[in-house]
């Protein structure tokens, strides 16, 4: 899928966002390396700590229809702010390809990194010997 397909993915899954105290909506759409794309977008609640942030949204619902590694994610908002995803996000990101591009939209601007140079010591279960 090329990268405009998939902020056009993200788009749409902005329209889903519920952010009545922040007014800062998130879409993201996470393309699988089956070719899956996984669409999720911000739920917030009046509780701030139950709020869900579009990527695991996306992430949660990704591995619940059994996709475990990734090659992309976009993650769009509405200016003026960048959607950078938070630490959690970057953290559950990992767990599956921390190596994977991410891609921030703001309006018609782009940003894009690998996920290890926006997380480059992750947390991780070490292997046994």
């Known amino acids: 899928m090329s990268l405009d397909a998939l ?5 749409r899954a902005l329209e ?14 996470l393309l699988a390396e089956d070719g ?26 990704a ?20 959607p950078y995803p938070c630490g959690a ?5 990992a767990e599956f390809s921390p190596e994977m591009e991410v891609v921030v939209v703001r309006g018609r601007e782009m940003r894009r990194f690998r996920l290890d140079e926006l997380l480059p010591h992750t947390f991780h279960l070490e292997e046994s010997p």
């Open 63 to 82: 591995v619940n229809e059994g996709a475990r590694h990734f090659v992309r994610i976009a993650i769009v908002s509405d200016p003026p702010a960048w």
């Open 7 to 11: 902020i056009t993915e993200a788009r």
């Open 16 to 29: 889903g966002s519920y952010a009545p105290y922040s007014r800062f909506r998130v879409g993201a759409a």
């Open 36 to 61: 899956r794309v996984f669409r999720g977008a911000n739920v917030e609640n009046a509780s701030y700590g139950l709020t869900m942030c579009a990527e695991r949204a996306a992430v949660f619902r």
């Open 89 to 93: 996000c970057r953290q559950v990101l």
